[in-house]
């Protein structure tokens, strides 16, 4: 497992970074797989837009597996963590992290129902732009992030919601924005509390 072993170090609000990464990281191994099965192909009918996308996603794939864990890591590392202290609570920083983290799914949820048409690598991009470039977020422990050109590929899709001969998609391109801003927004205005209740009944005995 690629648990970051400096996540323990951070600050709360870094966790709202690494929850929305854990969520990148799925919907990126997700979609690189069905890319291999050939079940999913990004088509914004330009195939050097295609492949450009292509290939900076599997980049950012390439430095998230070394960085970060993926949605089933965490699951697995939280009942790990249980089971050996044979408690049902978590630490402050691992709640911290479960709870930015279901917010995001909450959120998607939400925007999407099951069979929506979504464009997934669309999502990715305009995840990180937003929380990257418009919510100024310090990336420390991530640099390589500050190395993808987030406005480029996007303005691929701008292209391609102009293109007359392709309705549904410049619909679905304008839906994807919607959600991704709808999820930061959640994220952003998410707040972890933690419980202090622990600490008073450890006294109290």
Do not use: C
């Amino acid at each position: 497992m690629n648990f970051n072993p400096q996540i323990k170090l951070k600050l709360l609000r870094d966790f709202k970074t690494d929850a929305l990464l854990i969520y990148i990281k799925t919907v990126i191994e997700e979609l690189l797989e069905n890319i291999k099965k050939g079940s999913y192909k990004i088509d914004l009918g330009n195939d050097e837009f295609n492949l450009e996308i292509e290939e900076n996603i599997k980049i950012l794939n390439s430095h998230l597996s070394k960085t970060i864990i993926n949605a089933y890591e965490l699951k697995a590392f939280m009942s790990y963590s249980q089971i050996k202290t044979k408690n049902s609570k978590l630490l402050p920083n691992d709640e911290a992290l479960v709870f930015y983290y279901n917010s995001i799914v909450k959120q998607i949820e939400t925007s999407l129902q099951e069979g929506d048409i979504w464009i997934p690598e669309q999502i990715i991009l305009s995840l990180l732009s937003e929380w990257i470039l418009e919510e100024n977020k310090s990336l420390t422990l991530y640099p390589f992030l500050n190395d993808i050109d987030y406005l480029k590929l996007l303005s691929h899709y701008e292209n391609a919601r102009n293109n007359e001969k392709k309705n549904s998609l410049r619909e679905n391109v304008i839906e994807m924005y919607k959600i991704s801003s709808s999820m930061i927004k959640r994220l952003k205005n998410s707040k972890y509390r933690v419980d202090t209740s622990r600490k008073s009944k450890k006294r109290n005995k």
